[in-house]
């Protein structure tokens, strides 16, 4: 690098002792305005409740600055991808007049999804190669500076790592956490990381999740699952690691942070408030219920593994209640799902333009998906990391480029108001709008058709007027009991009552396409449920401020005028909460297994014959598929 770039280099890492975001300058009230396009978004990022100032959104969104304090813009947009040094000496330009750093500045390199394969390590080497230039100037320049990988380490599959045991899956062994902590370490910064669902996959070395999490915790010198780590002044990182595996009470593959970090989180949240200047940002391996960032729909959605803690509904919410309460909390990233960071909304703001849909009430809290360095794990080839940086009056977030040279975009910008109060804008268009439109995720919104099938509504909501559903039908309802349920691309979903995240499927495409559904009264006014199998009323007794009318929902075949009825579960749910345990179907497959063998052995049949004969049975299961479709 030449002489110059690295003095520059030096000014830009030093931080901001007035705003932290280059190519930009603070209006009268505080709102950035935007040097880019009139179709680039600004988002007002304000307590619950307040009114964003229309006059300032105007000047955020349609620009009326040119450059820093009246100079020219910049060449270089940083809002584009260019090579890290036009990046950084376009950024430096447009801070050489704010001073120095403080002990405020910080810089944070996050890795998404590593799945490391020890056969395959030449993306995470070239990875390495574009952030070890960052991290170098970043530690000479303030030295406030970490690595924090959001977990998920090793691959899921044999990668021929242990000759005794080809079948082992190399996720969650000893040798896959040693690696992962070479590799970590090798970013010669101080790193954290927190588990993911794959973290405490080492079934056949490990009999427990506690002996697994030990190995871990040990690998990458963790006193425990969690972490706090205090990274500038008054500026915390703080990571929540999934703890559950073996013991988890559905798919393996859900995110579970354990009740003992929760209460730790919400302690340390308590004793780091807003109003005494305390910055929050939280890393965990899938996003909170309530996040509203991009999701996949046919696999983490319906198979119940989307967001923290999925199925424990309680648990679920508590996360985005804890935002929602702590104000401290600016920004939050998360990985799980492999999806780029080129999606505009794979960054949400607290809240969001009024012709979206309802106040999503996040706080101040911005949420970030974050993608994979390895392409072979990618969903939508893209490999990307992200780059965070700020100090006292806001924060940047930036993508890292792992496809092209390591170039560096500029995603999006915050800047604090005063301790509750944020100002964010989007600094560039969704770059994959038209592009994989199937993962953006359905999300009820005021525009879409809707019925609210309450207490004082009507005996009968025919939901869809009596036309069969297509994969166009778009239509959502909340029943009497709170419950949310919808129509997307086919499939019948039930979203979350407060945040109206979706949460699980309840009919797949193949069992509701052409079919209609209604919404009915079920149950008597004062409570009272028939036994029919005694021929005898039972009274229930009622709370004192029961106001819902026990429903039914129905589904209505035409063709043959057959009538489903959709049973909630036992705690009214009505997602299909199936998917097994991951011990729970490797011990089943391996059963079969031995039931082929058996036929091979003791009844002389052919192998494509013993596989075909064997069958199994179960309670309320009917397969070992790990999909609910």
């Given at each position: 690098?030449?002489?110059?770039?690295?003095?520059?280099?030096?000014?830009?890492?030093?931080?901001?002792?007035?705003?932290?975001?280059?190519?930009?300058?603070?209006?009268?009230?505080?709102?950035?305005?935007?040097?880019?396009?009139?179709?680039?978004?600004?988002?007002?990022?304000?307590?619950?409740?307040?009114?964003?100032?229309?006059?300032?959104?105007?000047?955020?969104?349609?620009?009326?600055?040119?450059?820093?304090?009246?100079?020219?813009?910049?060449?270089?947009?940083?809002?584009?991808?260019?090579?890290?040094?036009?990046?950084?000496?376009?950024?430096?330009?447009?801070?050489?007049?704010?001073?120095?750093?403080?002990?405020?500045?910080?810089?944070?390199?996050?890795?998404?999804?590593?799945?490391?394969?020890?056969?395959?390590?030449?993306?995470?080497?070239?990875?390495?190669?574009?952030?070890?230039?960052?991290?170098?100037?970043?530690?000479?320049?303030?030295?406030?500076?970490?690595?924090v990988s959001l977990g998920d380490?090793?691959?899921?599959?044999?990668?021929?790592?242990?000759?005794?045991?080809?079948?082992?899956?190399?996720?969650?062994?000893?040798?896959?956490?040693?690696?992962?902590?070479?590799?970590?370490?090798?970013?010669?910064?101080?790193?954290?990381?927190?588990?993911?669902?794959?973290?405490?996959?080492?079934?056949?070395?490990?009999?427990?999740?506690?002996?697994?999490?030990?190995?871990?915790?040990?690998?990458?010198?963790?006193?425990?699952?969690?972490?706090?780590?205090?990274?500038?002044?008054?500026?915390?990182?703080?990571?929540?690691?999934?703890?559950?595996?073996?013991?988890?009470?559905?798919?393996?593959?859900?995110?579970?942070v354990d009740q003992d970090q929760?209460?730790?989180?919400?302690?340390?949240?308590?004793?780091?408030?807003?109003?005494?200047?305390?910055?929050?940002?939280?890393?965990?391996?899938?996003?909170?219920?309530?996040?509203?960032?991009?999701?996949?729909?046919?696999?983490?959605?319906?198979?119940?593994?989307?967001?923290?803690?999925?199925?424990?509904?309680?648990?679920?919410?508590?996360?985005?209640?804890?935002?929602?309460?702590?104000?401290?909390?600016?920004?939050?990233?998360?990985?799980?799902?492999?999806?780029?960071?080129?999606?505009?909304?794979?960054?949400?703001?607290?809240?969001?333009?009024?012709?979206?849909?309802?106040?999503?009430?996040?706080?101040?809290?911005?949420?970030?998906?974050?993608?994979?360095?390895?392409?072979?794990?990618?969903?939508?080839?893209?490999?990307?990391?992200?780059?965070?940086?700020?100090?006292?009056?806001?924060?940047?977030?930036?993508?890292?480029?792992?496809?092209?040279?390591?170039?560096?975009?500029?995603?999006?910008?915050?800047?604090?108001?005063?301790?509750?109060?944020?100002?964010?804008?989007?600094?560039?268009?969704?770059?994959?709008?038209?592009?994989?439109?199937?993962?953006?995720?359905?999300?009820?919104?005021?525009?879409?058709?809707?019925?609210?099938?309450?207490?004082?509504?009507?005996?009968?909501c025919s939901i869809t007027d009596?036309?069969?559903?297509?994969?166009?039908?778009?239509?959502?309802?909340?029943?009497?009991?709170?419950?949310?349920?919808?129509?997307?691309?086919?499939?019948?979903?039930?979203?979350?009552?407060?945040?109206?995240?979706?949460?699980?499927?309840?009919?797949?495409?193949?069992?509701?396409?052409?079919?209609?559904?209604?919404?009915?009264?079920?149950?008597?006014?004062?409570?009272?449920?028939?036994?029919?199998?005694?021929?005898?009323?039972?009274?229930?007794?009622?709370?004192?401020?029961?106001?819902?009318?026990?429903?039914?929902?129905?589904?209505?075949?035409?063709?043959?005028?057959?009538?489903?009825?959709?049973?909630?579960?036992?705690?009214?749910?009505?997602?299909?909460?199936?998917?097994?345990?991951?011990?729970?179907?490797?011990?089943?497959?391996?059963?079969?297994?031995?039931?082929?063998?058996?036929?091979?052995?003791?009844?002389?049949?052919?192998?494509?014959?013993?596989?075909?004969?064997?069958?199994?049975?179960?309670?309320?299961?009917?397969?070992?598929?790990?999909?609910?479709?």
């Amino acid at each position: 690098m030449r002489a110059s770039s690295k003095r520059l280099w030096a000014l830009l890492l030093a931080g901001w002792n007035a705003a932290p975001t280059m190519g930009f300058s603070l209006g009268s009230h505080g709102a950035f305005l935007s040097n880019r396009p009139a179709s680039r978004t600004a988002h007002f990022l304000a307590q619950n409740g307040d009114k964003e100032d229309p006059k300032q959104e105007k000047a955020a969104v349609n620009g009326q600055t040119n450059g820093v304090n009246g100079k020219p813009k910049p060449k270089t947009d940083r809002s584009e991808f260019v090579t890290a040094d036009q990046w950084l000496d376009a950024a430096v330009e447009s801070t050489m007049d704010q001073g120095g750093f403080d002990e405020s500045s910080f810089l944070v390199g996050i890795l998404g999804d590593l799945h490391i394969d020890p056969r395959k390590m030449e993306d995470y080497e070239q990875g390495r190669h574009h952030w070890m230039p960052i991290f170098e100037r970043a530690t000479s320049a303030h030295g406030n500076v970490a690595l924090v990988s959001l977990g998920d380490l090793g691959e899921s599959k044999n990668c021929d790592h242990n000759p005794d045991n080809p079948s082992e899956l190399f996720a969650g062994t000893t040798l896959c956490h040693e690696i992962a902590a070479d590799f970590l370490s090798s970013f010669q910064v101080p790193y954290e990381v927190i588990g993911g669902n794959h973290d405490l996959e080492g079934i056949d070395e490990f009999k427990t999740d506690a002996q697994n999490l030990q190995v871990f915790m040990k690998a990458h010198g963790k006193p425990t699952a969690h972490f706090c780590r205090e990274i500038a002044d008054k500026t915390l990182l703080v990571g929540l690691g999934s703890t559950i595996f073996r013991e988890a009470p559905y798919t393996s593959h859900e995110v579970i942070v354990d009740q003992d970090q929760i209460d730790w989180f919400q302690q340390l949240l308590q004793d780091k408030p807003a109003d005494e200047g305390w910055k929050i940002f939280v890393f965990t391996h899938a996003p909170p219920n309530g996040s509203g960032l991009r999701v996949l729909q046919e696999n983490h959605v319906v198979n119940g593994c989307c967001w923290l803690n999925h199925s424990n509904e309680k648990q679920c919410r508590t996360f985005i209640e804890l935002v929602r309460e702590y104000r401290a909390i600016k920004g939050w990233f998360s990985g799980h799902f492999h999806l780029g960071q080129d999606y505009q909304d794979s960054i949400t703001f607290p809240t969001i333009p009024r012709e979206e849909g309802p106040y999503p009430n996040r706080g101040s809290c911005v949420f970030a998906q974050t993608s994979v360095m390895r392409g072979g794990t990618s969903r939508d080839g893209r490999q990307q990391s992200r780059l965070l940086r700020g100090n006292k009056d806001g924060f940047e977030i930036c993508t890292v480029d792992h496809q092209n040279g390591g170039r560096i975009r500029l995603d999006a910008t915050i800047t604090y108001k005063d301790t509750g109060h944020e100002v964010g804008i989007y600094m560039h268009d969704d770059e994959a709008y038209d592009h994989d439109k199937y993962f953006k995720v359905y999300q009820p919104t005021e525009g879409d058709q809707s019925y609210f099938c309450g207490p004082e509504s009507e005996e009968e909501c025919s939901i869809t007027d009596d036309e069969p559903v297509s994969m166009d039908t778009r239509v959502w309802w909340r029943l009497s009991s709170g419950r949310v349920l919808g129509v997307m691309n086919g499939m019948l979903l039930e979203y979350d009552s407060s945040t109206l995240a979706p949460l699980g499927l309840v009919l797949s495409a193949d069992e509701l396409l052409g079919k209609s559904i209604a919404v009915v009264d079920s149950g008597l006014d004062d409570c009272i449920v028939t036994d029919e199998d005694d021929n005898a009323m039972e009274a229930v007794e009622c709370d004192d401020y029961y106001n819902e009318r026990e429903q039914a929902v129905l589904v209505h075949n035409p063709d043959t005028d057959t009538i489903m009825v959709v049973q909630p579960n036992e705690d009214g749910s009505y997602w299909r909460k199936i998917v097994r345990n991951k011990i729970a179907r490797m011990k089943e497959k391996r059963r079969e297994k031995a039931a082929v063998q058996y036929g091979l052995e003791r009844l002389c049949l052919s192998p494509d014959v013993a596989k075909e004969r064997v069958v199994s049975t179960w309670g309320p299961y009917t397969t070992t598929s790990g999909n609910a479709l």
